[in-house]
């Protein structure tokens, strides 16, 4: 583990040197139509309260990313219909007035959204196909009702034709998920090939079918759910250690990419996971810049970091890791090195 660790780090400086691209996380809404077995916002979980940010308060954090330095903004939310084509296009325009790349992480929309967001100036799309094994998917990310399911890793393919910066991911640990579903994820991240790579391990949220093995058993969540038999030898484990392993191959196959250190990643291992994931391949942060009452409502898994952290107080821990790790922040707007070295050839 230790050489895997010191090669991917290795490479790390190599081909993406020390800067570590800082993203301004935005969390503009936890409305979601989805029924994800994992997620905590999934629609079927009344306990949660609903939010969508206004547009005065999405620029009111992308400010913040401008007094801050960083150089793009990430705008996430559950897949919310609510969120209509126009109104994202006019926010995406302001925000690109500031002068910061934008990431959009809406979750599965038509391309006719995808199409126009670009145009207004989105530049990068992140969409996680979660595991590369389709009845693991499947089982995990049910379609909507009397929809056919959809294909992630075909949709992704098409953000970059409309001319995206594409990212996507997995989970680590997922219940179900083998050690060959692990490894064919990671070598998928080669073929497709994917400019930024966010992996972070599975956490259970007890308001989740997932999260409620204790109460379901393991045959019921087959039978009720269709998650796939596997034998528990099998089982990748959603720990620390195993992200950390997800993170160092991804760095190793795909030299370029831009992966961050992921929420996830820092949140089971509170104390030094942001620093050993930057350590161990990752060139990304991406600090919480979600306007702190709506914070805890975003709660896709529970106690995640930094919740009760200001803007101001996030932005000072991630420069304090990054000077206790010898790095610095990134300059600009952190684009791809891998998008830029396939443009370079195609020339
Ligand atoms: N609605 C968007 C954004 C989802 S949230 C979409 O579907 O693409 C971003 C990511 O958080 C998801 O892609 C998933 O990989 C991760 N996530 C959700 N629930 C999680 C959980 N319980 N544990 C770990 N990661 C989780």
């Not at 325009?93 to 934008?102: D, S, W």
């Not at 080669?190 to 045959?219: E, K, N, R, W």
């Not at 030299?255 to 961050?260: E, M, S």
Request: proline share 6%; aromatic share 6%.
């Amino acid at each position: 583990m230790q050489s895997l660790f010191v090669q991917a780090d290795s490479l790390r400086q190599e081909h993406v040197g020390d800067q570590v691209h800082l993203r301004g996380l935005i969390e503009i809404s936890n409305n979601c139509r989805r029924n994800c077995l994992y997620c905590g916002i999934r629609t079927e979980n009344r306990n949660v309260e609903r939010y969508r940010l206004s547009k005065e308060e999405i620029l009111g954090a992308a400010q913040k990313a401008v007094d801050f330095q960083y150089g793009s903004v990430v705008l996430q939310a559950g897949e919310d219909g609510g969120i209509e084509t126009d109104w994202m296009t006019d926010i995406i325009r302001e925000i690109k007035k500031l002068g910061l790349a934008i990431t959009l992480s809406l979750g599965e929309r038509d391309d006719r959204d995808f199409q126009i967001w670009r145009k207004a100036g989105a530049d990068r799309y992140l969409l996680r196909f979660e595991t590369s094994n389709p009845k693991l998917f499947a089982a995990i990310h049910p379609p909507l009702p009397n929809r056919e399911p959809v294909d992630r890793i075909a949709m992704l393919h098409r953000l970059r034709s409309f001319g995206y910066e594409i990212g996507s991911g997995v989970m680590i640990g997922i219940p179900g998920q083998t050690f060959l579903d692990l490894a064919q994820d990671i070598a998928l991240f080669q073929t497709i090939p994917l400019d930024m790579i966010g992996c972070g391990p599975y956490l259970p949220h007890p308001q989740t079918p997932l999260g409620q093995v204790a109460t379901f058993s393991q045959a019921e969540l087959r039978e009720k759910y269709g998650l796939p038999e596997i034998s528990p030898e099998d089982q990748v484990p959603a720990t620390a250690e195993m992200a950390f392993k997800v993170i160092a191959l991804a760095r190793i196959t795909c030299p370029k990419a831009n992966i961050p250190c992921t929420t996830a990643v820092a949140t089971i291992d509170a104390k030094e996971g942001r620093k050993l994931g930057l350590q161990r391949g990752a060139n990304v942060v991406m600090p919480n810049l979600t306007p702190i009452k709506y914070r805890k409502l975003y709660e896709i898994y529970p106690n995640k970091a930094a919740i009760y952290l200001t803007a101001e107080q996030t932005h000072e821990s991630v420069l304090q890791s990054l000077r206790e790790i010898g790095r610095i922040p990134g300059q600009g707007r952190g684009d791809s090195a891998a998008m830029l070295e396939r443009r370079q050839n195609s020339f």
